[in-house]
Structure formats: C-alpha cells, structure tokens
C-alpha cells in the first residue's frame, strides 16, 4: 500500500556520488525540495517541500539507479532511506555506489534475411554506410543506455527509409566485467518490403477526401517508404485547416497494409492576437482573422492588421494551397501601409497589391517568386516639426524571388541561407528601375566538449544597382544596424547620415540615409547559465558591417564593430532577449558630433536591444 508519512521532505543528503553533483541527482526526484527559481518555473503550485510517499520514495530509487546506468555505471546501487522523521518534516539519506564506468569495446551489425540479395542490397545503398559511420555507439564511448536507444532509432528509421516497416532491431550485450567493456551484437531483420493494400480517410470534417487523398498521393497497391509517409505529412499540413496529419497502419499480410489518412482539423475559423515589446519599435501588436477552409478544397481568406510605432499595415489575403502540386502554392494580397524611417528620416504611404507562387522543392528548400505593384507617397524627411520636404509620387512595379535553404532537423548545429533578388519595372510601370540582391547566412555549431553550448555565425551581403537612378527614395535603399544585423547600432543607424537643422538653422540631428552596398556579419557564443539559472542563455558577441552610399565608395577600413552580452530565455510569450552592446570604433556622427562640437553623450557609444515575442 502507499503509505503517507506525516510531514514534508525538507533535505535530501547525497553521500557517495562522485560523479554527478548533488543538484543534478535532486532533479532526478520527485522527493526533492525545490529552489526558488524552480517553483516558479516548473512547478504549478509554489509548495517548496513535496509530501512523503513510500512509492514516490520506491520510484526515486528506480529513477536514480535508471539515472546512473543509462550512463554507463551498469553495476550502480542507491538506497533511499529516512533518515529523520519529524511531525512537520522528513529528511532523505540517498546512499549511492556507483560502481565502475564501462566503456565499448565493439559491435558487430549483421542483416538476418531471406532473401541474400535484398540483404546485400540494403548493406551497398550509401544511407547503411552512413549509419554505420553515425551510430551513436562507437568503440572507447562510454556505454550509455541513452546512446543505445539512439542506435536503435536510427536502424529502424533506416529500415522505413528502404520501405521496410516491421522490421526489426536486437540487441545482445556481452559484458566483460574484468576489463568494464561492453561488445554489442545487432542483428537486422528487415522482413518484407511494405505495400499498401487499401487507403481509408479518417477525421475530416470540412475539407473533402479527393483533396486530402490527392495531396497526400498514397494509393492503393503502391509501396511505401518513409520519406513517402513524411512528404504526404508534409503536404496535407500545408493546408491551413490541417492542423496534424497521422497515418496509422494495420497489418493484414506479411508485407501489406491497411493505411489510414487520419486528419486532425483546426478550427474553420480564428481569430489571432498577438503583441510584442522592443527597443526598436517599442510597441507592436498584431490582429489576424482567417476563415481556413472557403470551398472545401483548402483555400484560405485572411486579413490582418498591425501596427507598430514606425510601420502599419492593413491587408487582406486570398490563399490557394495546391497549384499544379501539394509543393506550390499561390496567394494575392492588396495592401495599405505607412512607414516611417528610423528617426523619422523618411515617410512612406503604400496602397498596392502582392502575388506570390510558392514553391516547396523539399522540406527545407524553397523558393517564392513574388510581383509588387504599388502606388507610393513619401518625403525624405518627416521628424520633429522641422520643415518637411515635399511629397514625392512614384510606383512600383518589380518582381522579386526569394529561395530559403533551412535543415528542420539538426542534430547539434543549425545551417540556413537565404537569397533574395529584386527586378523593377518589367512591364514600365515603375518609376524607378534598379535592381536588388541580398543574400544572408547563419551557422550555428555545438561545441566540442559542451553539447548545449554554441557558436553562432552570420553575415548578410547585398547591393543596388540604378546607374540610371542617380536619386532613389530613402525606403528602397539598403539599411543595417540593430538586433539582427550590428549591434551597438539601434535599427536601420549604421552607415551614411545626413544632418538635418531646426527652423532657427541650428544643427539638430543625423538621419540615416541608407546606401547602395552593404556588408555585416558577427560572431556569438552562447551557453546555459549554470545551476538553477540554466533555463537562462548567456552569450557574448561580436558584430561588423557597414553601408556604403554606392560601390565605389566601398571601403573596408570604414567597417565599424559593436561588442557585448547579452542574456535570453523561451517563455510562454515567445522568446525574451536583451543585450547590451558598446560601438568599438564609432564616427563623428555616431556620437552626435557636427563639426567639433558634441550634441550628443558618453551614453551614445552604448545600446540596448530588447525584444519581447516573435518578430512578426
């Protein structure tokens, strides 16, 4: 039975562990008296001490020799006692014996099937000789249950992967306790390739069978692999109504299935809040309506409002999901938008209208061709009650393309590129013809010896071309500096200014002015927090660019640095970030300075960039 003791656990003493802290093990229990930071994290009640239980006592035991076996300390023995027994109070003994750390010697991966050819098969495709490259057991690691587990999961992904879906995986551990090594025997057994034998739909409620089975392109007689299950997922998720797509399977002969396309609905229509908090725009919030499901077959009409200290906006959208293929897809979009520039340095009114064609080339590759056409009104100068320059009238005609590589499952490190081109007036539309390119990288790198810490490295290059165009709108031109780009720099600051004078012809400011070649990039380590505070990521920086006002005047000596910490965490709300970050090198007009006299701080040579939420 389980018995209660009267009384809260108010201690646990560790004695014998040499290996792992005592905080560590304490978060193995549920006996554990929690910290501060943990009640208020964790815990859905603010209790400090847990009541005792003799099976939660039993289950601690469990979890902390499971603990120490599943990392290599196979002979490991604790003992949970009670040690002290008050009314009010229960204090815990964790006695532990760790035993020996055992280590791989070797294993030995053998394919058991009828068919020879099918094995010999299996072991010449280039994916089984990059399994046995990746497997997490490899000879001299510590024996780790967990990386047993992994080795596990990849043979059997390996064997859906060929279409092999029942197969299976063992095991044989033979332990030589005299030298603490562990030699692995495992044996494959693939089965029979795995065919569909009919299709069933399940769950739908407003989209109709023929798009859900046409998205998802499982028939009956075909055979299967898992990148077929996992492209059909893909697909029907990509409706906006979809909010999961399973297919669960039942075996009805050695090597056929019956599958079924279960279909987990979203709601038909939403309404959609969202706000965020920032240095750059301050405040900014979101209001998003969407009818997910139109016609049946998955279209989408949607409007949405935001606004923000520096941009508003007003749209609406209509969405078609499947053009020609579940990988492309089209929208249109009519818009109204104002935007300021940084400081004020520019105004812009917008009514116009977007087409894009997405398309989906893989899970973590796309591209989307885009046309703008857009009438435009705006100023160069539009702060401070100074006198205004005049409203200048133009349109824009330009199609763009924009191709997105981005792995979805990274083990360890993160890759992702992004490029962007920009055409205008194809048609003679537009007032302006040019030309624009980006293109904008990050890395992100676990390292060596601490696995939840990391390097992360970015750039972005881009260039305008309007040899034509001596004179472009201040919104076309290229900006950098802020949180995404240089810090030290608030939003759109690095690069060409111009000064701007008061009604009395006093100097007043700089206002960005934007250029037409950039160049930024930075360098960042970022690593948990220790202890309680490792919900916490700290990190340290570097960041560098600079725009030019055109290519000539590239200059490398003119890149300028900012420098830092910082300090973000994952919240309910979204992600909480703020960094503080010094300019290394800044110039006159950084720091306020119009000849030789300062009209700004000391303070200016320092930043601070906040963001609370999703960008959006």
């Given at each position: 039975p389980d018995?209660?003791?009267?009384?809260?656990?108010?201690?646990?003493?560790?004695?014998?562990?040499?290996?792992?802290?005592?905080?560590?093990?304490?978060?193995?229990?549920?006996?554990?008296?929690?910290?501060?930071?943990?009640?208020?994290?964790?815990?859905?009640?603010?209790?400090?001490?847990?009541?005792?239980?003799?099976?939660?006592?039993?289950?601690?035991?469990?979890?902390?020799?499971?603990?120490?076996?599943?990392?290599?300390?196979?002979?490991?023995?604790?003992?949970?006692?009670?040690?002290?027994?008050?009314?009010?109070?229960?204090?815990?003994?964790?006695?532990?014996?760790?035993?020996?750390?055992?280590?791989?010697?070797?294993?030995?991966?053998?394919?058991?099937?009828?068919?020879?050819?099918?094995?010999?098969?299996?072991?010449?495709?280039?994916?089984?000789?990059?399994?046995?490259?990746?497997?997490?057991?490899?000879?001299?690691?510590?024996?780790?249950?967990?990386?047993?587990?992994?080795?596990?999961?990849?043979?059997?992904?390996?064997?859906?992967?060929?279409?092999?879906?029942?197969?299976?995986?063992?095991?044989?551990?033979?332990?030589?306790?005299?030298?603490?090594?562990?030699?692995?025997?495992?044996?494959?057994?693939?089965?029979?390739?795995?065919?569909?034998?009919?299709?069933?739909?399940?769950?739908?409620?407003?989209?109709?069978?023929?798009?859900?089975?046409?998205?998802?392109?499982?028939?009956?007689?075909?055979?299967i692999t898992l990148h077929d299950l996992q492209e059909a997922k893909a697909s029907l998720e990509r409706h906006s109504i979809v909010e999961e797509a399973r297919f669960p399977m039942r075996l009805t002969t050695d090597s056929s299935v019956t599958l079924t396309l279960e279909i987990v609905e979203a709601p038909l229509r939403q309404l959609e809040t969202s706000i965020g908090l920032g240095t750059e725009e301050y405040l900014r919030g979101k209001v998003q309506w969407e009818h997910r499901n139109t016609n049946g077959r998955g279209h989408v009409l949607s409007s949405m409002a935001r606004a923000s200290f520096l941009e508003q906006e007003l749209n609406a959208s209509y969405f078609i999901p499947y053009v020609g293929s579940p990988k492309n897809s089209y929208s249109i979009t009519p818009f109204l938008a104002h935007r300021f520039g940084v400081k004020r340095s520019y105004e812009v009114f917008q009514v116009g209208m977007i087409q894009a064609l997405r398309i989906d080339v893989r899970r973590d590759l796309r591209a989307i061709l885009s046309y703008e056409l857009s009438a435009n009104e705006g100023r160069a100068d539009a702060g401070r009650g100074n006198p205004k320059d005049p409203l200048v009238n133009y349109n824009i005609s330009a199609f763009s393309l924009t191709g997105t590589y981005l792995p979805l499952e990274p083990t360890g490190q993160w890759n992702g590129i992004q490029t962007f081109m920009e055409i205008s007036s194809p048609f003679l539309l537009g007032t302006y013809t040019y030309q624009k390119a980006t293109i904008a990288f990050r890395h992100r790198r676990a390292t060596r010896w601490n696995p939840e810490a990391a390097w992360l490295i970015k750039g972005r290059l881009g260039g305008l071309w309007a040899p034509a165009t001596p004179s472009l709108p201040l919104d076309l031109k290229l900006y950098a500096g802020g949180t995404h780009t240089v810090r030290g720099w608030q939003r759109n600051e690095l690069g060409p200014k111009e000064s701007r004078f008061n009604e009395n012809d006093e100097f007043d400011r700089y206002i960005p002015v934007g250029g037409r070649a950039m160049l930024v990039g930075g360098i960042e380590r970022i690593q948990p927090l220790p202890g309680a505070l490792r919900r916490l990521d700290w990190a340290v920086f570097v960041d560098g660019g600079q725009v030019w006002s055109d290519f000539e005047a590239i200059n490398f000596q003119e890149i300028q640095f900012g420098a830092g910490f910082?300090?973000?965490?994952?919240?309910?709300?979204?992600?909480?970030?703020?960094?503080?970050?010094?300019?290394?090198?800044?110039?006159?007009?950084?720091?306020?300075?119009?000849?030789?006299?300062?009209?700004?701080?000391?303070?200016?040579?320092?930043?601070?960039?906040?963001?609370?939420?999703?960008?959006?």
């Open positions: 018995t209660t003791t009267p009384g809260e656990v108010t201690q646990a003493i560790f004695i014998g562990n040499t290996t792992f802290s005592d905080w560590l093990l304490s978060q193995q229990m549920t006996l554990s008296p929690q910290g501060w930071l943990d009640r208020v994290v964790e815990s859905n009640t603010f209790d400090q001490f847990p009541n005792y239980r003799e099976s939660l006592r039993q289950a601690d035991q469990e979890a902390l020799q499971r603990f120490y076996k599943d990392r290599g300390f196979l002979d490991a023995e604790v003992a949970i006692d009670v040690l002290q027994q008050q009314p009010e109070n229960v204090w815990l003994k964790v006695v532990i014996r760790e035993g020996p750390l055992y280590t791989v010697n070797d294993w030995n991966l053998t394919i058991d099937a009828k068919n020879q050819p099918a094995a010999a098969d299996l072991q010449n495709t280039p994916e089984y000789r990059e399994l046995t490259k990746g497997l997490a057991l490899k000879p001299g690691n510590v024996y780790q249950r967990r990386a047993l587990w992994q080795t596990q999961q990849a043979l059997s992904q390996f064997l859906m992967e060929q279409g092999y879906f029942f197969g299976t995986a063992s095991f044989t551990e033979q332990l030589d306790r005299d030298q603490r090594r562990v030699t692995l025997d495992i044996t494959l057994t693939p089965g029979e390739k795995t065919s569909i034998d009919s299709v069933a739909v399940f769950g739908q409620k407003t989209l109709n069978r023929r798009t859900i089975t046409r998205d998802a392109r499982l028939k009956e007689g075909q055979r910082g300090v973000g965490t994952t919240t309910p709300f979204g992600p909480v970030r703020i960094d503080v970050a010094m300019k290394v090198n800044p110039n006159n007009q950084d720091m306020s300075r119009y000849q030789g006299i300062d009209y700004g701080s000391a303070l200016q040579r320092f930043s601070l960039h906040l963001q609370i939420g999703d960008p959006f």
